[in-house]
């Protein structure tokens, strides 16, 4: 069996961190309104509903909150939807690991970045500036994942873009949702968290409102497994 390295030692990302990053982004920002209970409602199943939580209970719980709040049953769907994706995080980090990896063993390997289709690159990512944002983010990712795989490159954005093509829940309410889901307990992804807490500040939402989902995330529970 080949011996697998140990892991690289890394500093586990907090609470305060996420925090402190916040307050970074949100210097200059207006207070504004607080959360209504609708986007609450729906923050507080997505992070219950999210894979990286996956309380069934809560889950069940919230849905119910949020139609009592009153959310349509397509307007849930359309969260579960956005939250579904939180599993690109995988594409984010492996695949950049993987191209850089499999480069080291073999360069001559034929995923080398001559080999990128610029036709696909031209129609999904193009000069999009919400592309560009998580190209800041998280550097090489989409270069990596179209040498590696063309068919997943496009499924991403394909698969992605679904809850934006539906519309039935604001923009803004959508990227609280996933930058709550990214501060979870569970997740503490600082890439994804920056780049929708952005996302959200450029659509208008104020530091308080923010700061709601962040105490929303901050109670979520960890996971405790499916039966």
Known sequence: MTEVPPARD???????????VAADALRGVADGDGMDDLTAALIGLSVRAVATT????????????????????????????????????????????????AAELDPADSTAPATVDRE????????????????????????A??????????????????PW????????????VSLACDATPGHRYLPGFRL????????GAGARIVRDALCIAEKTPMHRGVR
């Open 54 to 101: 996956m309380d069934v209970e809560g889950s069940e719980r919230y849905i119910r909150v949020a139609l009592a709040a009153g959310a349509t049953s397509a307007q849930v769907q359309e969260v579960l939807t956005v939250v579904a994706a939180i599993g690109v995080h995988t594409f984010f980090e492996s695949s950049r690991q993987l191209a850089r990896i």
């Open 120 to 143: 696909l690159w031209a129609r999904y990512v193009g000069d999009d500036p919400y592309w560009a944002r998580v190209e800041v983010e998280v550097p090489g990712f989409f270069d």
């Open 196 to 203: 929708h807490l952005a996302n959200a500040v450029e659509l």
């Open 165 to 176: 093509k539906s519309r039935t829940v604001p923009a803004l309410t959508k990227e609280l």
């Open 145 to 162: 994942l179209l040498r590696m795989s063309p068919h997943a490159f496009g499924a991403f954005f394909e698969f992605c873009s679904v």
């Open 10 to 20: 890394s500093t586990a990302v907090t609470s305060a961190e996420i925090r402190a």
